[in-house]
Nanobody, 120 residues
Framework: QVQLVESGGGLVQPGGSLRLSCAAS????????MGWYRQPLGKEREFVAA???????DYADSVKGRFTISRDNAKNTVYLQMNSLKPEDTAVYYC??????????????WGQGTLLTVSS
């Protein structure tokens, strides 16, 4: 079974930093775009950042200059380095990936979500 497993959420003070990780596991042939979304309590899920297999990146305006997305293709892992965190960054963060499996099925996968709370 192909799946995404996230880690790294927690409680951080405003101005602090945190790194999220998301690893894909299972019988994977390749992974195209990987990304991060977030869902604040009571609000809709929103795009945060994405990175292609060629390492082209895209960011939401609200996180540009503060968040950095990266990936390790050998480990099928994507990271989100978050700096200068603000209370409005508080949300459940979800990993997303476009995966081609070993039997050439194309799947869009989501992680289980990890909670980031930015508060003093």
């Amino acid at each position: 079974q192909v799946q995404l497993v996230e880690s790294g959420g927690g409680l951080v003070q405003p101005g602090g930093s945190l790194r999220l990780s998301c690893a894909a596991s299972g019988r994977i042939y390749s992974i195209n775009t990987m990304g991060w979304y977030r869902q604040p309590l009571g609000k809709e899920r929103e795009f945060v950042a994405a990175i292609t297999s060629g390492s082209n990146t895209d960011y939401a305006d609200s996180v540009k200059g503060r968040f950095t997305i990266s990936r390790d293709n050998a480990k099928n892992t994507v990271y989100l380095q978050m700096n200068s965190l603000k209370p409005e960054d508080t949300a459940v963060y979800y990993c997303n990936a476009a995966v081609t499996t070993a039997v050439f099925s194309h799947l869009e996968l989501w992680g289980q979500g990890t909670l980031l709370t930015v508060s003093s």
